[in-house]
């Protein structure tokens, strides 16, 4: 007989731990399903597994708090390298190669230093009798819940190769759209930074040489209105462009601390969605991310209480989360999820409606990834359009305010007649 601990979750998404003495994890495992329980981690409470997470300087997750470490010193592992090495362990597995050989073969393939590094530590805690999912759960930074949970619906299903391809296939997925999103911004972001340093350019050093032409040129003599303003938007601009750059800075810190409190969080989240033209990119984004995750949760065997907790922390969307939360709570109290994701304002009256069908026939997984890839070719369309709508705006805004300059340039010197006295009173000019 062994001794086993367990964390668990009940039909109402609360949290339960304990332990039993029985002779083996499947007998452990059956036990917890007996009790009405979903496992979520089952360890043995053995010394020789503490002493193995503490020589991969990784948490025992029966303990209290976890202490997270880095991998290689701080080395981060980019998403597009362990969505690749979902995709080769999941081809692996399916060939018919043991788990623990497919991972020291992509031990040694691997051109990235840290995920070599953690393929190393998965390999050495799944030699010392951990399942993949537990090995996983030592390394919370680098596989979020949705990753491990789903691993471990996998292989208490048998069918660790399936989900692994389900988890590559939406990587991948989540990876492109969010290239695609993150392309459409780069843009106007490049055309506003040009934009910027040329008007600084201008104001701070092209300006005022042409203001001392002018008052040699004009003798005192009165110049253009709108030529006198932007010489003084330039006095101005060059006497404080130090003050400038310092509220600059000043701002820029203060909106990232605002973005680490809640409320600033929230006003953010919910701005992203409401903003004209980028905010129903990010919404249908964000119903793609929410439908694709649990969808896959789902087919996978995740129990919908606890899909729904782990798509509220990978939603990316403070306002989004809070509904999932609020819808959440109904299936805990026995009513649909269609009917919660309706009356949010959020989520539009069509996914509601192919929720709810989903849910009478018995398909929801497989209707929840049907609307993912509809939302996905939207959001293609939408950033296809932005990116298309927003070139023309940004060239005419930046050729209309560096043409306005020039304008404000030339306007003395096309008044300015040599014929004249530069000094306004009629008289014949002097030979120069």
């Known amino acids: 007989m062994s001794s086993y601990s367990y964390v668990a979750v009940d039909p109402q998404g609360l949290e339960s731990r304990g332990t039993l003495d029985v002779s083996d994890q499947s007998e452990a495992l059956r036990r917890i399903k007996e009790m009405g329980l979903f496992p979520t981690k089952v360890l043995v409470a053995s010394k020789s597994r503490q002493r193995l997470a503490a020589?991969?300087?990784?948490?025992?997750?029966?303990?209290?708090?976890?202490?997270?470490?880095?991998?290689?010193?701080?080395?981060?592992?980019?998403?597009?390298?362990?969505?690749?090495?979902?995709?080769?362990?999941?081809?692996?597995?399916?060939?018919?190669?043991?788990?623990?050989?497919?991972?020291?073969?992509?031990?040694?393939?691997?051109?990235?230093?840290?995920?070599?590094?953690?393929?190393?530590?998965?390999s050495l805690a799944i030699e010392g009798g951990s399942s993949f999912g537990e090995a996983l759960a030592l390394h919370p930074r680098i596989f979020n819940r949705l990753f491990i949970n789903m691993v471990k619906a996998g292989e208490l299903g048998g069918v660790l190769d399936v989900t692994l391809r389900r988890l590559a296939d939406f990587m991948e997925k989540a990876q492109k759209i969010k290239g695609k999103v993150k392309a459409a911004m780069y843009y106007p972001c490049a055309v506003l930074c040009v934009a910027a340093a040329i008007l600084v350019l201008l104001m701070t050093f092209v300006v005022p040489r042409f203001k001392e032409v002018f008052e040699g040129l004009l003798g005192g003599g009165r110049m253009p209105p709108f030529t006198l303003f932007v010489l003084r938007l330039s006095d101005v601009v060059k006497s404080h462009i130090l003050l400038g750059i310092v509220v600059a800075a000043a701002l820029s810190i203060a909106f990232l601390c605002a973005l680490r409190t809640g409320w600033g969080r929230r006003a953010f989240d919910y701005l992203k969605l409401v903003v004209p033209l980028v905010g129903p990119v990010f919404r249908k984004v964000a119903i793609s991310r929410f439908s694709r995750t649990l969808g896959t949760?789902?087919?996978?065997?995740?129990?919908?209480?606890?899909?729904?907790?782990?798509?509220?922390?990978?939603?990316?969307?403070?306002?989004?989360?809070?509904?999932?939360?609020?819808?959440?709570?109904?299936?805990?109290?026995?009513?649909?999820?269609?009917?919660?994701?309706?009356?949010?304002?959020?989520?539009?009256?069509?996914?509601?409606?192919?929720?709810?069908?989903?849910?009478?026939?018995?398909?929801?997984?497989?209707?929840?990834?049907?609307?993912?890839?509809?939302?996905?070719?939207?959001?293609?369309?939408?950033?296809?359009?932005?990116?298309?709508?927003?070139?023309?705006?940004?060239?005419?805004?930046?050729?209309?305010?560096?043409?306005?300059?020039?304008?404000?340039?030339?306007?003395?010197?096309?008044?300015?007649n040599p014929q004249t006295d530069p000094t306004g009173n009629g008289g014949p000019a002097e030979n120069y």
Do not use: C
């Open 55 to 122: 020589t991969q300087s990784r948490p025992r997750l029966g303990a209290g708090r976890r202490r997270l470490a880095h991998p290689v010193w701080g080395g981060r592992i980019k998403v597009a390298a362990l969505t690749v090495f979902t995709r080769q362990l999941a081809t692996l597995v399916e060939a018919g190669l043991p788990l623990l050989r497919g991972l020291r073969i992509l031990e040694e393939q691997s051109e990235s230093r840290p995920l070599r590094r953690i393929i190393g530590e998965l």
């Open 297 to 416: 949760l789902l087919s996978s065997g995740v129990p919908v209480l606890q899909a729904l907790t782990i798509v509220k922390e990978t939603a990316g969307n403070v306002v989004v989360g809070a509904v999932i939360s609020e819808v959440h709570q109904q299936v805990k109290e026995g009513e649909p999820i269609a009917p919660g994701l309706k009356g949010s304002g959020v989520f539009p009256a069509m996914v509601a409606g192919m929720v709810d069908v989903g849910e009478q026939t018995g398909a929801l997984p497989e209707m929840l990834l049907k609307i993912a890839d509809t939302y996905d070719d939207e959001v293609d369309n939408s950033v296809s359009a932005m990116t298309s709508l927003l070139e023309p705006i940004m060239i005419v805004f930046l050729a209309l305010i560096v043409g306005s300059i020039v304008v404000a340039l030339f306007l003395p010197l096309v008044s300015f």
